[in-house]
């Protein structure tokens, strides 16, 4: 099931559960002690940024897959992701923040380097009065090279994608009812989010149940795999599902959606919203599943979002949301971002994102 630490970091006390949670998720993804190790000296060093910097800060830690997933090669093994999320002044030099020495506080300057040199992946956005979101991943093995990538140059689409997506629970909650996956067979790559009927333990199952189920099929169309999923979590509560598949090849996504899970595609500077049809996968499937067909190129983004956000969110603009973020850095900024303390959180949040990987990120 779905596990998420969340840890608000108001004071000292925090920074050791911070590491203690990066331990039991690598114990989780099945990290060796070298790895596990450095997944928690990177979780101290974030939220002891958080402490020292932050206003409002949480870090998030959660076991997910990949970014980048190689096609046709079985499930790839999931990793530790620590994303450090706030409300703090920003970093007006982002470059010089990841050095060794960058320090605004007396103090050595150590703690992002740190970060960057002992996780696989390491990301840091930030602006001056809105925040910063510092995302880490710690694998087994370091990433490999390929992305799930169209190569031929005559083919519509040719590029890489990657995947990416942060959870919330539901008042801190220790499993959350939210779920998202994404699998690769040949030139097809399918991302799924699941959003199961209120939220804990129950809610995680049925969830749960959808992401082995896309393991199992990820060669079905959207509306074949929503139809074996229908029969997947008969027994379970049931869940919202949306389905966005990218076909490489032909440079084509098709979606298709149950329920109150949201979908929005960013073509260049403008945002399409992608309809679900009403119902609950696994108690109640429409007789009919249509599918929305749009065409994929290097300026598009979808977001996938559970009900966890506001209902009216508005997307950020281009400068805030760059295509060529990591997808789970776009996926922390818009949940950060729609939140509001005048509107508070009622349900388990997820965003997933599916984007374009940058030229040099193969």
Same mark, same amino acid.
């Given at each position: 099931?779905? !596990?998420?630490?969340?840890?608000?970091? #108001?004071?000292?006390?925090? *920074?050791r559960d911070a590491r203690v949670a990066a331990e039991e998720a690598a114990a989780l993804a099945g990290l060796g002690e070298s790895r596990t190790a450095a997944a928690a000296l990177v979780a101290t060093e974030l939220a002891t940024n958080l402490l020292k910097y932050a206003e409002d800060g949480r870090l998030l830690v959660e076991v997910v897959p990949p970014p980048s997933a190689p096609c046709g090669h079985g499930d790839p093994a999931p990793v530790v992701q620590m994303t450090a999320v706030d409300h703090g002044p920003g970093i007006p030099d982002v470059a010089a923040a990841r050095r060794d020495g960058f320090s605004t506080s007396g103090s050595l300057g150590a703690g992002l380097g740190t970060c960057r040199r002992a996780a696989d992946e390491f990301h840091l956005h930030s602006v001056v009065g809105r925040g910063t979101v510092a995302?880490?991943?710690?694998?087994?093995?370091?990433?490999?090279?390929?992305?799930? !990538?169209?190569?031929?140059?005559?083919? #519509?689409?040719?590029?890489? *994608?990657?995947?990416?997506?942060?959870?919330?629970?539901?008042?801190?909650?220790?499993?959350s009812g939210d779920a998202w996956s994404w699998a690769g067979a040949g030139e097809l790559v399918t991302l799924m989010l699941a959003d199961g009927l209120g939220h804990g333990r129950e809610a995680a199952r049925a969830s749960s149940a959808a992401v082995e189920t896309l393991h199992r099929s990820a060669r079905l169309t959207p509306t074949e795999l929503l139809r074996r999923l229908d029969a997947a979590l008969r027994g379970t509560r049931g869940a919202a599902v949306a389905v966005a598949q990218l076909d490489l090849r032909a440079g084509r996504?098709?979606?298709?959606?149950?329920?109150?899970?949201?979908?929005?595609?960013?073509?260049?500077?403008?945002?399409?919203?992608?309809?679900s049809r009403p119902g609950i996968v696994g108690v109640h499937r429409p007789t009919t599943l249509p599918e929305t067909e749009v065409a994929w190129a290097a300026d598009r983004l979808l977001v996938l979002h559970s009900d966890g956000l506001p209902s009216r969110w508005a997307p950020p603009g281009a400068a805030a949301l760059p295509t060529a973020a990591d997808p789970a850095v776009t996926a922390a900024l818009t949940v950060r971002d729609t939140g509001s303390s005048a509107s508070p959180v009622r349900d388990d949040t997820t965003v997933a994102v599916l984007t374009p990987a940058p030229p040099d990120r193969p």
């Open positions: 099931m779905p !596990r998420v630490w969340e840890i608000p970091v #108001p004071d000292s006390t925090r *920074v995302l880490a991943r710690v694998g087994a093995t370091a990433p490999r090279p390929g992305a799930v !990538r169209a190569d031929d140059a005559a083919l #519509p689409y040719t590029g890489a *994608v990657r995947a990416g997506g942060v959870t919330v629970p539901y008042a801190g909650a220790e499993y996504l098709r979606f298709c959606g149950i329920g109150n899970v949201g979908a929005r595609l960013r073509e260049g500077d403008t945002w399409r919203h992608l309809l």
